[in-house]
C-alpha cells in the first residue's frame, strides 16, 4: 500500500524543524491557566530516513480516557522505529485541560471532538482544534485516535471508520479487531475534519475512562504496528499468530436503555452473542421487592456496557451491534481476548 509518490521531508511544529532522520520532542503551546501557568500539547516526531505515509496517532481528546495514552507510551518504546519509512506524530495528550482534570470536557465544558475543524478566533475548544489541525494534521497522509467508553462505561476492542473509502477499509482490516462499526461522520469531530482534508483515518474504541484495561492496551498497540507495516512505514515481522481471521463489519448498532430507576444486575459480558428478547440483566428496587428483566431488542454482539449498578430510567446500559454472522463472532472474540490476557502468556 506504499504510495511510490511519498517523499522524505522535513516537518514543521511550532517553528521546530524535524528532518528526515531526526526525532524528537516538541512542545506546541496551547494557552496559559489563570495562574498564568503554561499549557502546550505534548508531541514525540519522528521523521524516517525514508520516504513513507506521515501518520499521526493521538489519544486523549476526551481527558480522562487515559488507554491511549498508555499505548502511544508503549509505542514509542519498540525499537524497530529505527527504521521508520516516512514519519510518526505521536500525541499522548490532545486535551491537557481534561487530562488534568481527569474531565472528559475542556474548563467550558466543551466537548473538544465536536469543536473540529475549529477557528482561531473562538472558544478554547474551537482554539485547540484549529491549532491540532493546522499545526499536526495538515501534515499528515493517515491518522489513528484513540478512545475508551465514557465514565463507567466499557468498549470492548472495536474500529469505527467510514468503509466506503477502500484505503480505510483496508486499514481497518488490518488494525486487527474482531468488531468494525462502518460508522457515520460526525460533525466536529476530529474524524471527520480529517476526511475533509482527504486523510485517511481510523477510531480504536476500547476500555473505560479513567481505567486501564490490559487487554485493551495490548490490542491498541498492536493494531497501530499492523496498520504500520500495511502502509510500509515498518518492515514485516513475524509474531505470535493471532486467532483473529476476518473482522466483521456491523450494519448498525444502538444501546439498550434502562426502562426504570433502579439496581442494574448485568448478566452477560463484552463479546457476549445475545439473541433477539434474551433476558441480558435485571433493574430491581433497594429493597428487591419489584423487579423488571432487560430484554435484547435483537440479536447481535455486545460492544459495550456499563458497568455502575445504579441507573436511572433512560440511561443506556448495553450497546450491541448487529451483523450478518453472529454464530461465529462470539467464538473469535473469546479467542481475541484471550490472545491479549496477560495470563495467558508462554
Not at 470492548?156 to 488490518?174: G, K
Not at 509474531?239 to 433502579?262: D, H, M
Request: hydrophobic residues 40%; glycine residues 8%; aromatic residues 6%.
Amino acid at each position: 500500500m506504499t504510495n511510490p509518490l511519498y517523499e522524505s521531508k522535513q516537518l514543521t511544529f511550532n517553528g521546530e524543524v524535524v528532518k528526515p532522520g531526526e526525532s524528537t520532542t516538541v512542545d506546541i503551546p496551547v494557552t496559559k491557566l489563570y495562574t498564568h501557568t503554561d499549557i502546550s500539547i505534548p508531541i514525540h516526531v519522528i521523521n524516517g530516513k525514508k520516504p513513507g505515509p506521515s501518520l499521526f496517532v493521538s489519544a486523549a481528546i476526551h481527558g480522562d480516557e487515559i488507554i491511549g495514552v498508555e499505548i502511544i507510551r508503549r509505542l514509542l518504546k519498540h525499537k524497530t522505529l529505527n527504521r521508520l519509512h516516512g514519519a510518526l506524530i505521536a500525541i499522548p495528550v490532545v486535551n491537557v485541560h481534561g487530562f488534568i482534570d481527569k474531565s472528559r470536557y475542556l474548563p467550558d465544558r466543551r466537548d473538544l471532538n465536536r469543536s473540529f475543524p475549529g477557528s482561531d478566533r473562538g472558544s478554547l475548544a474551537a482554539r485547540l482544534a484549529h491549532l491540532f489541525i493546522s499545526e499536526i494534521v495538515a501534515q499528515c497522509t493517515h491518522g489513528i485516535d484513540l478512545h475508551t467508553g465514557a465514565i463507567h462505561r466499557e468498549n470492548l476492542p472495536q474500529i469505527r471508520a467510514c468503509l466506503d473509502n477502500e484505503e480505510t477499509a483496508d486499514l481497518a482490516r488490518a488494525f486487527g479487531v474482531p468488531v468494525i462499526l462502518d460508522s457515520n461522520l460526525r460533525d466536529g469531530s476530529l474524524r471527520s475534519a480529517a476526511v475533509n482534508l482527504g486523510i485517511p483515518m481510523l477510531l480504536y474504541e476500547a476500555g473505560e475512562a479513567l481505567r486501564f484495561n490490559e487487554i485493551a492496551i495490548r490490542a491498541g498497540e498492536r493494531g497501530i504496528m499492523n496498520v504500520m507495516r500495511t502502509l510500509g512505514m515498518l518492515p514485516s515481522q513475524k509474531v505470535k499468530k493471532s486467532p483473529l481471521k476476518e473482522p466483521y463489519i456491523a450494519r448498525s448498532s444502538a444501546w439498550v436503555r434502562a426502562s426504570t430507576s433502579g439496581i442494574f444486575i448485568s448478566s452477560i459480558s463484552l463479546g457476549d452473542q445475545i439473541e433477539a428478547k434474551s433476558i441480558v440483566g435485571s433493574i430491581s428496587d433497594p429493597f428487591g421487592q419489584s423487579e423488571v428483566s432487560v430484554t435484547a431488542p435483537y440479536q447481535g454482539i455486545v460492544i459495550g456496557k456499563t458497568n455502575l449498578p445504579l441507573v436511572n430510567e433512560g440511561d443506556a446500559i448495553i450497546h450491541i451491534a448487529r451483523f450478518g454472522k453472529e454464530e461465529t463472532i462470539a467464538e473469535q472474540v473469546e479467542e481475541f481476548q484471550a490472545y491479549f490476557d496477560p495470563e495467558t502468556d508462554n
